[in-house]
């Protein structure tokens, strides 16, 4: 490859095109490389192993090939001539590259199929790189059936891999939630009473729009609503990587340093790094500081319709994270409430892409199928937006007092107007909030539960292989855990809103944006498919119209 190679060896690995700003991340991993010794070692033998071309060139930087490798050793291998202070997309990849499988043994015992790469101009090696958002190679070892692969092609990439099911295109393998019934979120048969203050809240919500919405937009065009420091590069933890990954031109997001317009301001960097702290019982887990978390700005990279289908990691967080044992039973409000809070996020993500699509015949159809159609969906997300506003509401004493890193005289007046408003505090909102603490504090100490879920839930976003979707999914997810430490905390009665970072505090206003502004996309929709936009969704009504429809058509 006239550029040179990249490999990086890992329990998970696949093969790929690295994407654009990745040399900084390339120097951050040498770095991080030349720190082990067994690492350098282990480089060192993989070097001398492939430093035999297989058309008889030599290049002593690339390996052609590797019998050995131990699991979660990474090297990052680059000729003398190549320039690392600026490296294109188009310059860090190879073309014409024919890929053949040849079984290698970790450490650990574990089989593997490496990919054998041959680049035009005569020189061979390895190249693998962790899943992420770019179009990959992926290579995995499936339950005794040996190794199975499934090639996502480049444009200027060619691949040969081999054992995928040719009739389904996928693995053979599958865990039982790959192919369980989907569970149902529709909770208003659970209890008539908390249902009906979920609409009368719908309905306040929608009446209130046109004064929250402005006044949310306007904070996230501050700095501090603005910036968020993310881990993009971390690996799926909790599933195969399956996925075809999303096209690099739609899912892919730049560091906000990256942007030649300003760079993220040193203060918002120093707060962040001074007020991190790891809780091992608490509702948040984040990313931390550290070489490989880069900060990215939401003004920049707004929520779109990148063609990634996702549904593979909604199915597991439905199937593995959500509540599923004896949620109907009285008692057990508090699950209800916390699938709730889950099915309004995955709700207000699908709000976001129907708007992309636009309010046309498809985005009308893809309301349909991901929204009014799916049973709970639109109640579950006012639920989780007016949750959101609670916990704003609050928090009013710290919001509405902060300096804001020296912004305060202009967000002040702005944050004033949301933690006052007549929606944040009204008694429909209040009533839903209190339901939440009622049924949390009886939950006889099971709420431990609840918050392991959240964490696991960030962690999950790992797995989303569009990085534009795993930003703005993370930044929901602090969001909904700050939203629990405000209104829950550890016993249910409600945490100290002091001990929320910058960061929380920001998805938790981001996260209020965001279903705002999905909610209110719904009510577009709903006006465009001909329902009753002067009273709140009742999906036994709009069903119904459904059905007649069908029966007419």
């Known amino acids: 490859m006239p550029t040179g190679q990249l490999l990086e060896v890992e329990d998970d690995v696949a093969l790929s095109a690295p994407r654009q700003g990745d040399h900084r991340r390339l120097l951050k991993s040498v770095v991080a490389v030349l720190a082990g010794c067994a ?15 297989g058309n008889g060139s030599t290049n002593p930087s690339i390996p052609s090939t590797a019998t050995a490798f131990a699991p979660g050793a990474r090297a990052f291998l680059t000729p003398p001539s190549m320039s690392i202070g600026h490296v294109t997309r188009n310059q860090m990849m190879g073309r ?3 890929v053949r499988g040849q079984r290698v043994q970790s450490s650990a015992g574990a089989r593997y199929t490496a990919a054998r790469v041959a680049a035009r101009g005569g020189v061979n090696g390895l190249y693998m790189l962790a899943p992420g958002s770019q179009n990959s190679f992926s290579l995995r070892r499936a339950d005794g059936r040996g190794e199975n692969t499934r090639a996502a092609i480049a444009s200027d990439v060619v691949f040969e891999g081999g054992d995928v099911n040719t009739v389904t295109k996928n693995w053979d393998a599958r865990a039982p939630w790959e192919t369980s019934a989907m569970p149902s979120y529709d909770y208003s048969r659970a209890n008539s009473t908390h249902y009906q203050v979920l609409l009368d809240g719908m309905a306040v919500c929608r009446d209130e729009s046109a004064t929250m919405l402005p006044l949310l937009e306007e904070l996230q065009k501050q700095d501090f609503f603005a910036l968020f420091p993310f881990d993009l590069m971390a690996s799926c933890r909790y599933m195969p990587t399956e996925e075809t990954p999303c096209d690099l031109e739609a899912c892919e997001v730049e560091p906000a340093d990256y942007d030649y317009s300003g760079r993220v ?12 702290d790891f809780k091992i019982d608490g509702w948040i887990r984040e990313d931390m500081p550290s070489d490989f978390t880069d900060y990215y700005d939401l003004r920049l990279t707004p929520e779109k319709n990148t063609g990634y289908d996702g549904s593979r990691v909604w199915r597991f967080i439905h199937q593995k994270l959500c509540f599923q044992d004896e949620v109907m039973k009285p008692e057990n409000g508090w699950k209800r409430d916390f699938n709730r809070a889950i099915s309004g996020m995955h709700a207000a993500v699908d709000a976001h892409i129907i708007e992309d699509i636009g309010f046309n015949e498809q985005g009308l159809a893809e309301y349909h199928r991901r929204l009014r159609d799916e049973p709970g969906s639109i109640v579950n997300l006012y639920h989780s937006y007016m949750l959101t506003l609670d916990a704003l509401r609050e928090m009013r004493e710290r919001l509405d007092n902060c300096n804001y890193l020296g912004d305060g005289e202009v967000i002040r007046p702005i944050m004033t107007g949301v933690t006052g408003s007549k929606l944040a505090s009204s008694p429909e909102l209040m009533r839903n909030a209190d339901t939440l603490r009622v049924r949390a504090k009886s939950c006889q100490g099971n709420l431990y539960k609840a918050r392991l879920r959240i964490r696991d839930l960030f962690s999950v976003m790992d797995c989303v292989q569009c990085n534009l979707c795993r930003l703005h999914g993370k930044t929901m997810v602090l969001g909904l855990g700050a939203t629990f430490q405000v209104l829950l905390g550890r016993t249910g009665s ?9 960061v929380q505090v920001a998805a938790l206003v981001a996260t209020a944006a965001k279903f705002g502004t999905a909610c209110a996309t719904i009510e577009k929709f709903r006006e465009l498919d001909g329902a009753d936009v002067s009273k709140p969704f009742d999906a036994a009504v709009e069903s119904t119209k459904k059905a007649v429809a069908k029966i007419a058509a």
Do not use: M, N, Q
């Not at 203060?267 to 007020?275: G, L």
């Open 96 to 98: 014409a590259i024919p």
């Open 39 to 53: 690492t350098v070692c282990l480089v060192v033998g993989l070097i001398h192993a492939g430093s035999t071309a």
């Open 494 to 502: 409600g945490g100290d809103p002091k001990e929320l970072d910058r």
């Open 265 to 276: 301001p040193e203060k918002i960097i120093a707060r962040d790094t001074s007020e991190y």
